[in-house]
């Protein structure tokens, strides 16, 4: 339960103080860091968080940037053809507020993994998709952690890089 609690707070302690200054911290731990600053532009793993192991794999969240210059409904119509070419159970594919919402099951090696990810467009150029990702037979107790994180991700656009809180989008 305490390791629970911790990565819990870790999770949800990511606090955005302005467009160049995200401080991480945990007052049950103790700690604070400033995370590395990512440059303008770039592509690819943004951070991950980590849930501790479990059967041999972390349930982890991830935030990824990736190039796409077309709409979020062109992102969702790509992501489905890949849904469908990897044989993945799809539970939800919604759009909403401009968020686009997976759930899925998959195979990944002989195990099945459960993904929970919302994809955001930035700009013109690129989507920011946040994946919370755990064993499907660990869902029960891990999913519902890495959603209220995964949930709590926004994109700063250039009216609000300057945002001290988050709220949820429904």
Known sequence: MLVRT??????????VLSAQDAVLSDGDLGFRITPPNVPQGITGKVFAFFLPV?????????????????????????????????KANVLIDAMKNEVLTFEYTQTVQGRTVHFYTRAFKHGDKQVYAVCGTCLEKSSAQQLPILKASVDT?????????????????P
């Open 6 to 15: 911790l990565v819990l707070s870790l999770l949800m302690a990511l606090t």
């Open 54 to 86: 479990e059967d041999g794999f972390a349930a982890n969240v991830v935030m990824v940037v990736q190039d796409y210059e077309g709409t979020l409904a062109d992102y969702d119509t790509l992501s489905q053809n890949q849904f469908k070419d990897v």
């Open 153 to 169: 991700f926004r994109p700063l656009h250039a009216a609000t890089k300057s945002a001290t809180t988050a709220t949820p989008v």
